[in-house]
């Protein structure tokens, strides 16, 4: 049996796709909504007849159940560009490991692979925020610039369909959307086909995204801008893309989204770093018991209501 653990956003999906229409493989399919990152202790490969991969979720986050595979001579793959901790040192892990902001692991699937989905890699970038490294990558396809917007929007929309507290909140259990993207070898054949899941992500993300011209910002600085969504299963769904959308609009400034979850107790956070400074989003949601990411976007999943002012003091003064 072989295990594909992996990331339900555009990144984690994307990379997958590129590595099995590389490699096809008969795989038991392992992940989640984004913020469901602890996917490796649901692996329970044995030696000599099992294999594992793992992609874009953080090794630090996985370090127990990894080093228990690896402990039962379970051969594991695992390339990430999340916080990492002290990678294990094994004969049977093979791990593809960069932090730099600059990088995602899509793109490092790309280069582990030479190039051979391309353009899926570019729709990967473009759902992870780093639009200058999509453009860059498509500029050496001479993709035009309808087929660049395309993949952009693509990538905006497998990553949107990632946010939410649980699956029931998804337009498409990622699992599902994998194997139904599997189908396309070049993401711009589902431009071409109606019945494909773009089309039904686009109108998912159109009725969403219409709530998005009433916010108003929660706290404002020069250095950071923070908005605050309602219990709703829009504001889930949209917490993500419209973090990284404001990011966008205001590079020099670091943005936050606070989505208050179901029991009305606590927050889950979206953090993004300044894209003129794309550092930092992972020390500061660190800070806090449930945080987590990458320099240049981070999340809390369970912020107390009490602590929001906390956060807000903390993510100010960091980019003062």
């Not at 490969?45 to 991969?53: P, R």
């Not at 379970?74 to 892990?93: I, M, N, T, W």
């Not at 699992?175 to 396309?184: D, F, G, N, P, Q």
Request: charged share 20%; net charge negative.
């Amino acid at each position: 049996m072989h295990y594909d653990v992996f990331n339900g956003d555009a990144d984690g999906i994307v990379s997958l796709l590129q590595l099995r229409l590389a490699q096809p493989k008969n795989s038991s399919l392992i992940t989640g909504v984004k913020r469901d990152i602890k996917l490796l202790r649901q692996v329970s490969a044995q030696a000599d007849v099992d294999s594992v991969t793992v992609l874009d979720i953080s090794m630090e986050k996985n370090v127990e159940p990894l080093i228990a595979l690896l402990a039962r001579e379970v051969p594991v793959f695992y390339c990430d560009h999340h916080r990492a901790g002290e990678v294990p040192a094994s004969e049977r892990l093979t791990a593809l490991i960069d932090l730099a902001p600059e990088v995602c692991t899509s793109l490092l699937v790309n280069d582990h692979l030479q190039g051979q989905f391309a353009k899926w890699a570019v729709v990967g970038a473009f759902g992870d925020n780093l639009f200058t490294q999509a453009r860059q990558l498509a500029t050496t396809l001479s993709l035009s610039e309808e087929d660049i917007d395309f993949l952009l929007e693509l990538g905006t929309l497998i990553n949107y369909n990632g946010y939410g507290a649980s699956l029931v909140d998804l337009h498409i259990e990622p699992s599902e959307l994998y194997r139904k993207l599997l189908a396309y070898p070049c993401p711009l054949m589902l431009r071409e086909d109606s019945g494909s899941p773009y089309y039904e992500l686009k109108s998912g993300y159109a009725a969403d995204y219409r709530y998005i011209a009433d916010l108003i910002p929660l706290d404002e600085t020069e250095v950071s801008c923070v908005y605050e969504l309602p219990n709703e299963a829009w504001a889930r769904r949209i917490s993500g893309v419209f973090g990284n959308e404001l990011a966008n609009m205001t590079p020099s400034k670091a943005h936050a989204v606070l989505t208050l979850n179901e029991s009305g107790d606590d927050y889950t956070v979206s953090v993004r770093a300044p894209l003129e400074n794309r550092v930092g989003a992972d020390e500061i949601c660190s800070g806090f018991p449930t945080g987590g990411g990458r320099k240049a976007a981070a999340g809390i999943n369970q912020l107390p209501v009490a602590e929001k002012a906390k956060f807000i003091q903390a993510l100010t003064s960091y980019y003062a």
